[in-house]
């Protein structure tokens, strides 16, 4: 198979669903003349056009409206906010229009859109530059949310988006772009809904998604050398949430611990926790912990960031407190 | 410099059929349309006026719930703009939009059933007042966030641009929302693309109690089209002929030389923001002064001095318009309501398919 | 101590505060002329004149703005959004600049500004009037996020939020607005970040905020007279969450059910759920259950908005499902 | 139609306490400003070219993280800009800020420790190059949402006339800002209530990878003042002392008569978006161009030719400035990193009080 970069990924994946279908189209700021801030649409302005890669304004309210007034006429447009950060002046249009149009018009509508983006902190961007606000958006009936966390899974599940008639937060993570992994050669589609089991183990359940899957993956890699085996649960899709492989997983290892790259308080976790709890009560035998952001506004200095991301020692550390409690 | 066109704009309306019948009429407006197009907008002036009377009336039974926003004053800017429309063209609006489904055609008794929240209703019911929808006459939707239905039309006209179509879109809403950000961004856009949408500004003088000089640097919204170097311009909305008149000239250049325009309607509400609205922000004067300019009376006035209309006709087509908002309200109050264990079902359509 | 109406409650202490410090102002839609769209700030234009009660232009995102800039010089604004469901058009000033800040800028300002607005769903205001957020600003540091249930907690936390330096998002719902309750004449002021105990009982722990309050009492009352002592925990304030509060009654009822007004899923509830299983693990003998929106668009139809809203017969129905599992 | 003003709207400037020394000047810019105010332009502008090339170093090299966004080439919109401020006015603007707060009179020390991440940052190493900040100086920080910071700009305006002072706001932002709703909403509501606010669009040709022509449907950014009837004028970004002359203007203006402006300042960034961006989306020919009409060069030029300054003098200007730049990389190099103790710290203010 293949070996490439998730940002490969993506751009081999855009490329394929654009030539297979034409009312596939993307909008975004600097996707075109400037191949992508990031670099993930690099190519597709001199294969398909500017009618077909259309770079915006600054204007994310209009580019989020535009795609969903174009997907209520058939086309299937794929929008890139250049990060997560920029779109709360989207939001409005993505919750109260894309996420409710379908329901509130009795069905008489469509919306096969994707709003591709990166989240994630590091790099020193500081605060309004280094959030997570996916749990948000999956807090919604009616808007779908993704985070594969492999390149593999990074353009099977965009297939999935693309073709689906939803619409979808895509979630991407700056600092999965350069992760490299094998993607098959033949077309795959990962329905959404589907959480992965990453890594099997029996001792504890590492839950995770998006760019918190690889740290599961560390982390589990040196539990193993202690004797400890981890089992990760890579979330794949927020919403719809597979509470089914999480609590399969639990009742197996009966602990569980969820990394996450937003804040805890009132975060991804925290569904998490509740979930399992709820549906795995009487095979729990310690609380669900939760690893995520310090609950501070995300420092520039590089020793305050480095203090606010969850990292390895602190995962660790809420394994060993979860594997003290006796069964 | 903003360059903004005069009223006077050169037209090209529909193929006009029967001409003839009145092409001697002194009223340059009627002179311009055939006359079984006049009584059908006088008819559909008529009809809103009616359902929306009597859709107070149910709302003050407490058949209807939620918000009712209602287009009493407003049918002249209603009808004009809508008639206006080729029916290939889209139509999208606000959460006061009772009148513009009408005027494009939906049963006025799915729509009266939507306020009743019935399943035969526009939207099954899920909707309400806000959120009729009718994809068979192409009007795609009344929306409740003040602007927000403003991007999707431009969306609407980049789909119709990409498709390589000739349709037109028309988007209505109040001057209360050219002070957002979202009139701002859709209207750049359009623009900036070359996107086939006209947008007409229904000016009824006020945002829930708040007048145009409150919320506006420039009360002539009009010219807000100076930003976008778009065609911007100002018509009576108690003239339905001036406002179809200009609609279709908008709705000319957005088709042909893909050039949107900011048409505003200059018009009054007699009634509440919405039915529950009570308050006393304007004059008993001032609303005697519109009503004085009643858009019904005037146009009715005009067609019976151009002789295409008598008294008795008039009257006639009065109360069919009352028949038909009566039997829309019978109808919905005999339709069934949804089922509840429907209740999940449209939130996704990939599901369904599933 | 007199009686008076959640609305009132306001009211007053809108005229209080606005009589005590006129560093004070008020600025939304439609609140001086028209009196506020829900009349809570009605006859304050009277009393303070237009520059202490501005009437705002349809501009959620200006509003937002001026306040933060008019707090950092010093004023102390309080903005009311219509309700929550425009908030969206604003998030962005609140979470990235208003919330955000102080912090970023090294602790150098302060940003002592109210945001008031109600939330809540019924009145059949279908999909796009219907809904409660407040979890999504909960989530954020640098916010503060209180809903108090009763006129008297109204008035005393609206104070302490005008008189504190944060950004605080003040949830009132509509339909508490008719509410009448005592209200002590002398002046009272409620620290955030304490939940109240409502009602006290031993077998299971009611966890509400806002109008689930008054359901939660009427479900304990329900209760009560089959023999259920429930207790309810009125949260207050969401952040800062008072986990204590919420521990402490659980270890004393083993069980516990939350009420909400937002959908389940990444919602409020989740946080609380995952909080108690936490910090009660050991003592609880069920699940925690969660009870909120029915996860749709909210419908318009009487029906179907009935069969969505939390109603005191299905949370029966879940506090029976956690009373059967035994010790 | 827009009231724009010409770029010779009568000028209310500081008093000018030596005048005398350049009276006669054929250069009428230059006449108009005391000597030392020319010389103390010229060294802010070398010293900012100078710190941001030291930046630029320390980012390749590592010890700067994040995004840094310089102000090269822009020097003479900013300095020219921040020199028409009194003490007492406020000062917001975005991202692209370090040249304007040393312009401001921040320590150089304190905006490179920022950058560097340190505790002696302007803002304590807890924002970084995109969110300086300094209180002393009236500078109310820097924002990296585009457009986010027009709105607070407004609110800064609604509390100096809600408390009677006569300070100004001036609110600095890139032309790429000027689509977005937020532009909208806080030039409208900035005009309608009379916030002595002063709009200054840096127009430096692009937003990242997109000229102006490729997001803005009017590409002469001061027209759009036009929807807020709000006076609007183009100067010429590279010339320090129009650009100063301008935004005198306007913020005279802005303070007496509470009538805000949008001024566009026609300026080029030499070097990528920020540091990250190497791409190539404008001609090594453009870019050429606009250094031929390098702002520093250019009004050291016309300071010589005015014989208020001699070569010699220049280059110890340069030098000066050099040496601080670099003195301000040293001092941040040895300054202390924050105490990772600390990380809870500042972010609510009632709890510290408490
Ligand atoms: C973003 C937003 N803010 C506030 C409201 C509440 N609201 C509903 S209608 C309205 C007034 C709108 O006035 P205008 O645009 O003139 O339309 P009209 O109602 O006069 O037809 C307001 C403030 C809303 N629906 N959306
Ligand atoms: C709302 C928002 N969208 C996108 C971005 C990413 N971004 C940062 S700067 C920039 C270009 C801004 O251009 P302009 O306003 O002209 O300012 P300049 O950088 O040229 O000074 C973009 C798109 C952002 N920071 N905020
Ligand atoms: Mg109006
Ligand atoms: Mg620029």
Redesign the pocket.
């Known amino acids: 198979m293949p070996v490439m970069t998730y940002r490969e990924a993506l751009n081999t994946c855009l490329r394929e669903e654009m030539r297979r279908d034409d009312k596939v189209f993307l909008l975004g700021e600097d996707i075109g003349k400037f191949d992508g801030a990031y670099a993930v649409t690099q190519g597709l302005l001199r294969e398909f056009g500017p009618k077909r890669v259309r770079d915006t304004p600054i204007a994310e309210e209009a580019i989020a409206g535009c795609a969903i007034g174009a997907a209520m006429l058939g086309l299937r447009p794929v929008v890139e906010f250049m990060t997560i950060n920029f779109i709360l002046l989207a939001i409005d249009q993505i919750v109260n229009n894309a996420a409710k149009m379908r329901y509130m018009f009795g069905g008489e509508v469509k919306l096969p859109m994707v709003i591709r983006t990166p989240a994630g902190s590091g790099g020193q961007l500081s605060a309004q530059h280094s959030q997570s606000m996916e749990g948000w958006f999956a807090n919604v009936p009616g808007m779908k949310v993704v985070a594969p966390s492999t390149p593999a899974d990074a353009r099977a599940m965009l297939k999935t988006a693309i073709r689906g008639d939803d619409p979808v937060l895509f979630l991407e993570n700056l600092h999965l772009y350069n992760a490299r992994g094998e993607v098959p050669t033949e077309e795959q589609l990962v329905p959404f809904g589907q959480a992965r089991v990453a890594r099997e183990g029996r001792d504890v359940t590492l839950v995770a998604h998006s760019r918190m899957t690889p740290l599961a993956l560390q982390v589990a890699e040196k539990l193993a050398s202690d004797g400890v085996q981890a089992e990760v649960v890579d979330l794949r899709s927020l919403r719809p949430l597979d509470r089914e492989t999480l609590v399969r997983s639990v009742e197996k290892t009966t602990r569980a611990v969820v990394l996450e790259e937003d804040w805890p308080t009132f975060g991804v976790g925290a569904e998490i926790a509740a979930t399992i709890q709820e549906h795995a009560f009487d095979w729990l035998d310690a609380p669900v912990l939760r690893v995520g952001l310090a609950e501070v506004p995300m420092p520039y200095s590089k020793v305050l960031e480095q203090a606010a991301i969850p990292d390895a020692d602190r995962v660790i550390k809420a394994v060993r407190r979860t594997l003290e409690r006796r069964r | 410099m903003s360059k903004e066109r005069s009223g006077r704009a050169s037209i090209q309306s529909r193929p006009a059929t029967d001409v003839v019948e009145n092409e001697r009429s002194d009223d340059p407006g009627v002179a311009r349309y055939p006359r079984d197009q006049l009584i059908a907008m006088l008819a559909q002036m008529q009809l809103i006026r009616h359902f929306e009377e009597r859709a107070a009336e149910q709302y003050t039974k407490a058949r209807i719930g939620g918000y009712i926003?209602l287009n009493v004053g407003e049918e002249a800017t209603v009808v004009g703009s809508v008639a206006a429309l080729r029916p290939t063209d889209y139509l999208i609006g606000?959460?006061?939009t009772h009148g513009h489904a009408l005027a494009r055609g939906t049963d006025p008794r799915a729509v009266m059933a939507e306020l009743f929240g019935r399943e035969a209703g526009t939207s099954k019911g899920r909707g309400g007042s806000m959120h009729l929808f009718d994809k068979k006459h192409r009007f795609l939707g009344g929306y409740?966030?003040?602007?927000?239905h403003l991007p999707i039309a431009a969306g609407l006209g980049l789909a119709i641009d990409y498709l390589g179509g000739d349709e037109a879109v028309m988007c209505v809403?109040?001057?209360?929302?050219t002070n957002?950000g979202a009139f701002h961004e859709s209207l750049n856009v359009a623009k900036l693309w070359g996107l086939p949408v006209v947008w007409v500004c229904?000016n009824?003088q006020?945002?829930?109690g708040h007048s145009v000089a409150m919320d506006s640097a420039v009360t002539e919204i009009h010219r807000k089209a100076c930003a976008y170097d778009m065609p911007g311009e100002r018509v009576d909305g108690m003239d339905v002929l001036a406002v179809r008149q200009a609609c279709e000239a908008a709705l000319e250049r957005a088709r042909r030389e893909r050039l949107p325009s900011l048409v505003e309607c200059v018009t009054y509400?007699y009634r509440g923001?919405s039915m529950a609205d009570q308050r006393k922000y304007r004059t008993e004067d001032e609303v005697r002064a519109w009503r004085e300019r009643d858009p019904i009376n005037w146009f009715e006035r005009r067609l019976i001095a151009a002789k295409l209309l008598d008294e008795n006709e008039a009257k006639r087509i009065e109360r069919e318009a009352d028949e038909k908002a009566a039997a829309a309200v019978d109808f919905a109050e005999h339709a069934p309501d949804p089922d509840p264990a429907d209740l999940g079902k449209y939130v996704y359509a990939s599901d369904e398919e599933m």
Chains 1, 3 share one sequence.
């Open positions: 926003h606000s959460y006061r409740g966030i003040v602007g927000g809403f109040g001057e209360g929302a957002i229904a009824n006020y945002a829930m509400r923001h």
